[in-house]
């Protein structure tokens, strides 16, 4: 992170110690030693101080410090989507298969397991949806831009907006074909 660069700098422009300027901000030196070698970071508090003894302002104090925070909090948001959505994929793909075979093996185990593999999917799918809802993308396009780390500009934005109620409800149909069919066919397969 930028802030240790940004301490040490302003701090050595003023000629002082990290005991001098500790002192100044009201903490140790070794805190502003670990500030500086980037093993900890200032609260709010000390960066305020900071600010006014270096005579900068807060936000070019910290600016660097922020556009990496952010960075690093838009790829953190991509890596949960991504994770939720192959733990999501992988139980409804476990649920479309394996439902007439269960239920041939270990008939009521098997829809025992069945049905505990789908409520744990069903439940990953409401925490996507809540974090999308959180993250205000809903369609295709919008999760597919959030996804390249990108925004549409507002135009694009009510117009994908315009289209949330009627992309779900094609959606749900066109799941509840899928598993129906596919169903029928793995019955049709195993003589059930």
Not at 1 to 16: A, C, D, F, N
Not at 123 to 146: G, L, P
Request: aromatic share 12%.
């Amino acid at each position: 992170m930028e802030i240790g660069k940004q301490i040490k700098k302003h701090r050595s422009e003023l000629s002082l110690s990290q005991e001098e300027f500790a002192d100044k901000i009201f903490v140790t030196r070794q805190t502003v030693s670990n500030w500086e070698n980037d093993k900890s970071y200032p609260d709010i508090n000390s960066l305020v101080l900071m600010a006014e003894v270096f005579g900068v302002s807060l936000d070019s104090l910290v600016k660097g410090d922020i556009e990496e925070m952010n960075e690093k909090i838009k790829t953190e948001d991509i890596e949960y989507l991504n994770k939720a959505n192959r733990r999501l994929t992988l139980a409804f793909v476990w649920d479309f298969f394996m439902l007439v075979p269960l239920l041939k093996l270990f008939g009521i185990w098997g829809a025992v397991i069945f049905g505990t593999v789908f409520i744990l999917g069903f439940i990953e799918a409401v925490k996507i949806e809540k974090y999308k809802k959180q993250m205000d993308i809903q369609t295709y396009k919008e999760i597919n831009a959030f996804m390249e780390g990108k925004r549409l500009d507002e135009i694009e934005k009510q117009r994908e907006i315009a289209k949330r109620p009627y992309q779900k409800i094609l959606i749900a149909i066109g799941c509840a074909v899928a598993a129906f069919l596919l169903t029928y066919l793995l019955a049709v397969i195993f003589k059930l």
